[in-house]
């Protein structure tokens, strides 16, 4: 009985739709998912015979359980790796800020960690073993909410720079691809957009995390965000929130290079089919956050040090200068540029210097890269396929 009535709907389709292959195609679809796996091999003829490919439809692929090769319709669901051509760019934009909000949020206090075992000279009473032991008295002596300090102002920072990132990135990946190695992905393509993409982020980025940092130390002086924003800009002047851009381009361009490259090359062997998978987007980007974050933990130390210019380790430098050095250079009073910072560190820390903090970071880094791509790759999934479902809404009311 159920045959027969699928026959006769397929009858009243077809007569409906008429010489429109549009309407047609639509029917089919729509009654293959009705009808499911109970007709399966009826429902994979007909459709095959019936249901035309439709021009025009190249920015969304079909994911249907029940698809074939040659059963690619526009009521069927997008295919994730077809989202970013289907994407729009406020979609990208909206996925890269809520992903750094909260990478940034829930990673913080780790953050602060870091930033205080990266000092050159702490203070005896901020010298910590570890990642846990640093966390422990920091909450004993200075109060729970010390390793939050800063945090407003890194999520009013994170939101734009990481709008700017993912937006310039999916759009630069898929030009430069195309370009590269049309139809594939290229590693090239992926590290060159990653570069590009840092470029925006870093610019956004930048004011924030001197205040952060400077927040985030031992014994900090300021008593809020307005504060320690109004003390650097009147002792210092504007160019001081942007004394460490240089520095922090150059660890983040080889930093985000080598973090997107691994993270495409990890997703083609724990995700071939290119499928939202939240668990293979975790584990590379985990992956891939550690790798660069290690490699790049030398220059991280540099540019913590222009940031915060930590006060005991510019005394340190006049104090070790003679008296001719003193009076014809002058005493330092700020640390300025990627090179008198490497000379800085090495002189107060040796070559073991310039990996302060290493463990932190790579600590801080591995779950913050799982969670920003995560979050990212879950939202840029579910605002498309929200946009392609409203889409193919009003497709099927005006055909009605």
Same mark, same amino acid.
């Given at each position: $009985?159920?045959?027969?009535?699928?026959?006769?709907?397929?009858?009243?389709?077809?007569?409906?739709?008429?010489?429109?292959?549009?309407?047609?195609?639509?029917?089919?679809?729509?009654?293959?998912?009705?009808?499911?796996?109970?007709?399966?091999?009826?429902?994979?003829?007909?459709? *095959?015979?019936?249901?035309?490919?439709? *021009?025009?439809?190249?920015?969304?692929?079909?994911?249907?359980?029940?698809?074939?090769?040659?059963?690619?319709? /526009?009521?069927?669901?997008?295919?994730?790796?077809?989202?970013?051509?289907?994407?729009?760019?406020?979609?990208?934009?909206?996925?890269?800020?809520?992903?750094?909000?909260?990478?940034?949020?829930? $990673?913080?206090?780790?953050?602060?960690?870091?930033?205080?075992?990266?000092? %050159?000279?702490?203070?005896?009473?901020?010298?910590? !073993?570890?990642?846990?032991?640093?966390?422990?008295?920091?909450?004993?002596?200075?109060?729970?909410?010390?390793?939050?300090?800063?945090?407003?102002?890194?999520?009013? *920072?994170?939101?734009?720079?990481?709008? %700017?990132?993912?937006?310039?990135? /999916?759009?630069? !990946? !898929?030009?430069?691809?195309?370009?590269?190695?049309?139809?594939?992905?290229?590693?090239?393509?992926?590290?060159?957009?990653?570069?590009?993409?840092?470029?925006?982020?870093?610019?956004?980025?930048?004011?924030?995390?001197?205040?952060?940092?400077?927040?985030?130390?031992?014994? @900090?002086?300021?008593?809020?965000?307005?504060?320690?924003?109004?003390?650097?800009?009147?002792? /210092?002047?504007?160019?001081?929130?942007?004394?460490?851009?240089?520095?922090?381009?150059?660890?983040?361009?080889?930093?985000?290079?080598?973090?997107?490259?691994?993270?495409?090359?990890?997703?083609?062997?724990?995700?071939?089919?290119?499928?939202?998978?939240? @668990?293979?987007?975790?584990? @590379?980007?985990?992956?891939?956050?550690?790798?660069?974050?290690?490699?790049?933990?030398?220059?991280?130390?540099?540019?913590?040090?222009?940031?915060?210019?930590? @006060?005991?380790?510019?005394?340190?430098?006049?104090?070790?200068?003679?008296?001719?050095?003193?009076?014809?250079?002058?005493?330092?009073?700020?640390?300025?540029?990627?090179?008198?910072?490497?000379?800085?560190?090495?002189?107060?820390?040796?070559?073991?210097?310039?990996?302060?903090?290493?463990?932190?970071?790579?600590?801080?880094? $591995?779950?913050?890269?799982?969670?920003?791509?995560?979050?990212?790759?879950?939202?840029?999934?579910?605002?498309?396929?929200?946009?392609?479902? !409203?889409?193919?809404?009003?497709? $099927?009311?005006?055909?009605?």
């Amino acid at each position: $009985m159920e045959a027969d009535g699928f026959v006769r709907r397929r009858r009243m389709t077809a007569e409906t739709a008429g010489n429109d292959p549009g309407v047609a195609g639509a029917s089919a679809g729509a009654e293959v998912r009705w009808l499911g796996g109970r007709f399966w091999v009826v429902s994979e003829s007909i459709v *095959g015979s019936l249901t035309p490919r439709i *021009g025009g439809e190249t920015e969304l692929q079909t994911v249907d359980l029940i698809r074939t090769a040659q059963d690619q319709t /526009e009521d069927s669901e997008p295919d994730y790796e077809g989202l970013p051509q289907g994407a729009s760019t406020s979609t990208h934009m909206l996925a890269g800020a809520v992903a750094g909000i909260m990478e940034h949020c829930l $990673m913080f206090p780790i953050d602060c960690v870091k930033t205080r075992m990266q000092s %050159l000279q702490p203070d005896p009473a901020a010298r910590y !073993k570890n990642v846990m032991d640093a966390l422990r008295r920091i909450i004993a002596t200075e109060g729970v909410w010390r390793p939050m300090r800063g945090l407003n102002v890194t999520a009013v *920072g994170a939101g734009p720079a990481h709008a %700017l990132y993912f937006a310039s990135y /999916e759009k630069l !990946k !898929k030009t430069l691809s195309d370009v590269i190695h049309p139809g594939a992905n290229s590693h090239l393509a992926n590290g060159a957009a990653g570069c590009v993409a840092t470029l925006l982020h870093d610019a956004a980025m930048n004011p924030a995390e001197v205040v952060k940092q400077r927040m985030q130390m031992y014994n @900090s002086p300021y008593r809020g965000v307005l504060d320690c924003i109004r003390a650097v800009w009147q002792r /210092e002047g504007a160019a001081a929130f942007y004394r460490s851009y240089t520095t922090q381009l150059t660890m983040n361009v080889p930093f985000q290079a080598l973090h997107f490259m691994t993270y495409e090359y990890l997703q083609e062997l724990l995700n071939p089919q290119r499928q939202y998978n939240p @668990s293979s987007h975790m584990l @590379s980007g985990a992956l891939a956050g550690a790798i660069a974050a290690a490699a790049t933990t030398p220059l991280d130390v540099c540019k913590t040090l222009l940031n915060t210019q930590e @006060s005991v380790t510019i005394s340190s430098l006049s104090s070790s200068q003679g008296p001719g050095q003193s009076q014809s250079q002058g005493a330092h009073r700020q640390i300025s540029g990627l090179a008198h910072a490497f000379r800085t560190v090495y002189r107060l820390g040796g070559l073991q210097g310039f990996f302060r903090g290493v463990q932190a970071r790579v600590i801080y880094q $591995m779950p913050s890269t799982a969670i920003s791509w995560s979050v990212y790759e879950f939202f840029k999934y579910g605002l498309t396929k929200h946009q392609h479902n !409203k889409r193919r809404s009003q497709q $099927m009311e005006a055909e009605t």
